[in-house]
């Protein structure tokens, strides 16, 4: 996978101390450091809670972000301090925003009544869950680090090992499309449409939407062309524009030029702005970051 030493010791201590838990128990990880009031105040609320719940099999784990960079760039943490719910080697829950004991008793109660708590300890087939869950993870991030040929590379891995898992498949294409190796992305969709696990799997539909938006990706001279045009400001070419823009890798001028159109005339050729973007948004990930930072932006701009 590429790792230094260090990053390899990281990812070890983590799979101890946290996803080999995670695989019966319920799994709160905080995102902590010594520097940080807010954490220092949450500490105790945590331990409370963990200790109460423990007989229900929860237990908290605590990750260091100056000790442990590596982990907390996986899990894109911005601020501390940050808190998921861990179960079977994956997030499953974001626990950040409960306001004070009570509420954070609550969300546990609701996520104790859907997990499966103890099934599968022990189980060489839960091992491998937890280990393809891992590296899907590793995947996603370097991705969004912009290593579209690493990420490729690892999704290639996880498929090799588990070729029944969406996620994974679906990486693949989307880092083969980023890397600009559209050929092999549409034979990894092709292979990946005719394993019956995937049959509408959600993650692969994303994936193709992403290939079909870059296919016709313009070079640098048609695109300054179809920019040029657009800055005439008729509606058909301003949507031209924002498509061969975020097919060229450009998100941002994507994202600004439909933002923009919504602004002037949201309700223009039945709301096409809006469904391009938020084609863009299923194309990258709903959970990325990117994604959810524009997404707030145009949930501004809709309802102030």
Do not use: H
């Amino acid at each position: 996978m590429a790792l230094s030493i260090d990053e390899q010791k990281a990812v070890d201590r983590f799979r101890t101390e946290v996803v080999e838990p995670s695989m019966s128990k319920l799994v709160i990880l905080d995102f902590w450091a010594e520097w940080c009031g807010p954490c220092k105040a949450l500490t105790p609320v945590l331990e409370k809670v963990a200790g109460e719940y423990a007989d229900k099999g929860v237990v908290l784990a605590k990750v260091n972000v100056d000790e442990e960079q590596f982990i907390a760039s996986q899990f894109q943490v911005r601020s501390i301090p940050t808190v998921y719910a861990m179960f079977q080697g994956q997030p499953v829950a974001d626990l950040t925003n409960a306001r004070g004991e009570s509420q954070l008793k609550q969300m546990l109660d609701q996520l104790l009544e859907k997990l499966p708590l103890g099934e599968g300890a022990g189980d060489p087939a839960a091992k491998q869950q937890q280990d393809v869950a891992q590296f899907v993870a590793m995947g996603e991030q370097v991705l969004a680090d912009g290593d579209a040929e690493r990420a490729a590379g690892i999704f290639a891995q996880v498929v090799e090992m588990a070729p029944d898992n969406g996620a994974a498949q679906a990486g693949l294409v989307r880092a083969l499309v980023e890397a600009g190796r559209l050929d092999e992305a549409r034979l990894a969709l092709t292979a990946a449409e005719q394993n019956p696990a995937l049959v509408e799997d959600a993650q692969l539909g994303a994936a193709k939407t992403a290939l079909e938006l870059a296919a016709n990706a313009p070079d640098e001279g048609e695109l300054a062309a179809l920019r040029e045009k657009a800055e005439g400001g008729a509606m058909e070419d301003r949507l031209a524009y924002a498509e061969a823009a975020f097919a060229a890798g450009q998100r941002d001028a994507a994202a600004d030029e439909l933002l923009a159109m919504i602004e002037a005339d949201r309700e223009w050729n039945e709301g096409a702005a809006r469904a391009k973007l938020l084609q863009i948004f299923e194309a990258v990930g709903l959970e990325d970051p990117w994604v959810v930072a524009t997404r707030r932006r145009l949930s501004r701009l809709l309802f102030g």
